[in-house]
Nanobody
Framework: QVQLVESGGGLVQAGGSLRLSCAAS????????MAWYRQAPGKQRELVAV???????NYADSVKGRFTISRDNAKNTVYLQMNSLKPEDTAVYTC??????????????WGQGTQVTVSS
């Protein structure tokens, strides 16, 4: 079994910062892409940032220059550093990873989600 466990969400004032973490554990042979998604009330889930196994990154236009995604392959962990937060960043943030287990079976995994609330 593979699990993704997130931490780091919370309430912050506009202009503040938060750092999200997502640790993968279990029967892991290799982790390919890792990403953060978010879903605000009444809106569709959107991709916030993605990082490949080699460290290449891509961001949604709405967070470019403010958010930074990174990963620690030794810890099977992906991070999202969020700076200059805005009220419109308020959402449930969920991590995603494409993971190969020890049976060479590849599938997508999702975390449970963590709430980020930015007050104006």
């Amino acid at each position: 079994q593979v699990q993704l466990v997130e931490s780091g969400g919370g309430l912050v004032q506009a202009g503040g910062s938060l750092r999200l973490s997502c640790a993968a554990s279990g029967s892991i042979s290799d982790i390919n892409g890792m990403a953060w998604y978010r879903q605000a009330p009444g809106k569709q889930r959107e991709l916030v940032a993605v990082i490949t196994s080699s460290g290449s990154t891509n961001y949604a236009d709405s967070v470019k220059g403010r958010f930074t995604i990174s990963r620690d392959n030794a810890k099977n962990t992906v991070y999202l550093q969020m700076n200059s937060l805005k009220p419109e960043d308020t959402a449930v943030y969920t991590c995603h990873a494409t993971i190969k287990n020890w049976n060479n079976y590849v599938r997508n995994y999702w975390g449970q989600g963590t709430q980020v609330t930015v007050s104006s």
